[in-house]
Structures are given as C-alpha cells and as structure tokens.
C-alpha cells in the first residue's frame, strides 16, 4: 500500500503523505470560478485517502505553497475561505508560504490562525513542533 499519494493538476498539486501525517498543497495561477470548484472538488475527494491508510482527519499538518500564486479576486477568496473555516477538511496545523506582502495580508484575512512564512524552512519546523506535541 503506497504511503503517499500525489494529484497533479494545472493550477494545483497535492502531496498526501500518511505515516507523516503531512499534506502539501501547492497553489498555482490566477483562479476563476471553476478552478476553484475544481480544487474544493479534489480536496475533498482525496483527503479520506489519510484515514484509509491510519491518519484521522484533523490529525494531519498543511503546508501550502503560495510562492505561484498571485493576489486572487474576491470570489475565490471567499470560497478558499469557506473552505479554511470548515472543520471536515481541517488540519491540526496549517503553515502558508508566500512570496508577497500583498498575498501574505490577503492569506491573513481569509485564513486567520494559519502560520503564515516566508520560508519553507520556517514553516516545516513549525509544522513539524506540532507534530512531535
């Protein structure tokens, strides 16, 4: 039974790793309506693949990758922000890395409590404190 499963996809690619109870979401481009049903699609399709192989949801850390995405419109901003704010899809931890001031304070506005970075290396060892607790 294969301990990680990745989903490529244009715009976004999730890494689902089980025995390190560790999800990563790389977030690419500039998002219409459609990819944003897409993304929220896939998510919720692949997340129970954790659970089948002995992580719970909820018990799993999150990094998302937002180095190649841009400042997004209010659509897919209220959408990703429904989505944070949804317990069934939750993680224990959540870290965002971004390249920009701008998208740094549009992530704090729709996802207020994630762990936001500069740096990936920052953001693993925060993920990686709350996986040792």
Not at 44 to 69: A, H, K, N, S, Y
Request: charged share 20%; proline share 6%.
């Amino acid at each position: 039974m294969p301990s990680a499963h990745i989903i490529e996809d244009s715009a976004f690619t999730i890494h689902l790793s089980a025995p390190d109870r560790f999800v990563e979401i790389r977030m690419r481009g500039f998002w219409d309506a459609t990819t944003m049903r897409r993304f929220d699609r896939t998510l919720r399709r692949e997340l129970p693949w954790l659970p089948q192989r002995g992580c719970p949801i909820g018990q799993q850390v999150t990094l998302f990758d937002l180095l190649d995405f841009p400042v997004q419109n209010q659509e897919t901003l209220a959408a990703l922000g429904a989505m944070a704010a949804d317990p069934s899809i939750g993680s224990r931890r959540i870290a965002v890395l971004v390249g920009s001031t701008l998208l740094k304070q549009q992530a704090r506005r729709t996802a207020p409590g994630y762990g936001l970075f500069g740096d990936r290396e920052s953001a693993m060892a925060w993920l990686t404190e709350a996986i040792a607790a």
